[in-house]
C-alpha cells in the first residue's frame, strides 16, 4: 500500500510566491482576529444605526436591530471554531482552513467597510439623499395646523396600534418627507418617531388595563401596538416607573 505524501508548499507555483508572507505572518492569528475587528465595527456602528432606525420605525424589532445581535452571536461563535480548527493538526488545514477562509473572511469584511450603510435597506437609503437636501434648506417653523392635523389622526385613526407604522406613514396627514417628518417630531414633541409612538401605546394599554381589570398582559400588549410582552413590559417600566403588572394592581386597588 502507498503511502500519500504531500508536496512542500514551497514547491509549487502557487505557494511558492505566497510561503515568505506565510513565514513572516501566522495567519491563524488573523483568523482568530477576524472576529473581534468585526465585532469593534458592528458595536461602534450601533448607536447610530439604533438612532436612524428609531427615527423611521415605531418598532425595533421590525426595524433590523435583531439581526445585528445574532450576526455578533454567530460571529463569537465561528471564531472560537476557527480558534480550534486552526491549531488543530489536520493535514488540510494549510489551504482549507487558512487561506480559503481568509480570503472569504477579507472579502466580506471588505464589502462591509466599502458599503456606505451596510445594515439599512433599500427603503431607508434614501433617507442621506432627504437629509441633504434638509441640510441645505433654511430652517423655519412648522404651521401649527400640522400638529393639529397629526395628533387628530393619531387620535382618530389610531396609526400606532399597527406593529409596522412607520414615519413615512405619517405622510397620509403631513406633506412633508422622511427628514422633515423626523424634524417636525424633535420640533414639536423633542423626540423620535419610536419614543412618540411609544408613549401613544403605553398611554393605549392603560387605557386598556383600566377598562378590563382581569386582561392578561400578553393580550395588553398585542392590543397596544407592542411587538412582544417582553418589549411591552420594558416600556413600561421605563415610563410609568411600574411594570404593568404593578400599575395593574394599583388600578384595582383604588
Not at 103 to 121: H, M, V
Amino acid at each position: 500500500m502507498s503511502t500519500m505524501a504531500y508536496a512542500d508548499p514551497g514547491h509549487t507555483p502557487l505557494f511558492g510566491a505566497i510561503y515568505p508572507v506565510w513565514l513572516a505572518v501566522d495567519l491563524r492569528i488573523l483568523l482568530i482576529l477576524y472576529p473581534v475587528f468585526i465585532c469593534l465595527v458592528l458595536v461602534s456602528r450601533i448607536p447610530a444605526y439604533k438612532e436612524r432606525c428609531e427615527e423611521n420605525f415605531s418598532s425595533l424589532e421590525n426595524g433590523g436591530m435583531r439581526w445585528i445581535w445574532i450576526y455578533m452571536i454567530t460571529l463569537m461563535i465561528s471564531g472560537l471554531s476557527y480558534f480550534y480548527l486552526c491549531f488543530s493538526n489536520h493535514p488540510t488545514r494549510l489551504f482549507t482552513q487558512q487561506w480559503l477562509v481568509l480570503f472569504l473572511l477579507t472579502y466580506n469584511t471588505i464589502q462591509i467597510i466599502a458599503r456606505r450603510s451596510p445594515w439599512l435597506d433599500t427603503d431607508l437609503q434614501e433617507i442621506a439623499d432627504d437629509e441633504e437636501q434638509a441640510a441645505t434648506d433654511e430652517l423655519s417653523p412648522f404651521p401649527p395646523e400640522y400638529r393639529a392635523s397629526f395628533e387628530a389622526w393619531m387620535t382618530a385613526e389610531k396609526p400606532y396600534l399597527n406593529k409596522d407604522f412607520r414615519v413615512v406613514d405619517m405622510m397620509q396627514v403631513l406633506p412633508l418627507n422622511r427628514t422633515y417628518l423626523s424634524r417636525f417630531l424633535k420640533t414639536e414633541y423633542g423626540c423620535n418617531f419610536y419614543q412618540l409612538v411609544t408613549t401613544y401605546r403605553i398611554k393605549e394599554a392603560q387605557t386598556i388595563i383600566r377598562d378590563n381589570p382581569e386582561i392578561k398582559m400578553w393580550e395588553v400588549a398585542e392590543l397596544s401596538g407592542f411587538t412582544s410582552a417582553i418589549v411591552f413590559n420594558r416600556a413600561f417600566k421605563r415610563e410609568i416607573g411600574l411594570t404593568p403588572t404593578e400599575w395593574q394592581q394599583t388600578c384595582n386597588n383604588t
